[in-house]
């Protein structure tokens, strides 16, 4: 259900862009989903295509970038890359702390 309340949101944000800019129509949305954010986003576009009709948004299209999990060592502060069940820091081989980077839901830009 977050899906959709994204969806709306963004959907939100880019009509009101087309209505301060006079556009009549709003062609993409540039979005980045982080692959841990918990967020699908051929869910969210759907959303997003069911709220839009009847707006300026009714023919936008997403492009869509996928930023990888980072991890950050508490041992050495190498920042790596998650890989499938392996936590540890490829340079010391301690376990990896989270970061922001991979969690981020955003709506980066948009083309009317």
């Not at 062609?27 to 300026?56: C, D, I, M, W």
Request: aromatic share 8%; net charge negative; proline share 4%.
């Amino acid at each position: 259900m977050h899906e959709y309340h994204k969806a709306v949101e963004w959907l939100n944000q880019a009509c009101e862009e087309a209505k301060e800019k006079k556009a009549q129509e709003v062609r993409l949305l540039n979005v980045t989903f982080g692959e841990s954010s918990g967020y699908s986003a051929s869910v969210v576009y759907h959303y997003f295509q069911e709220a839009a009709k009847g707006t300026p948004c009714e023919n936008a299209r997403f492009h869509v970038t996928v930023s990888r999990t980072m991890l950050r060592c508490p041992s050495c502060g190498k920042v790596y890359e998650k890989k499938l069940l392996d936590y540890h820091c490829p340079s010391c081989h301690t376990e990896g702390e989270p970061t922001e980077t991979g969690t981020e839901v955003t709506l980066d830009s948009i083309e009317l």
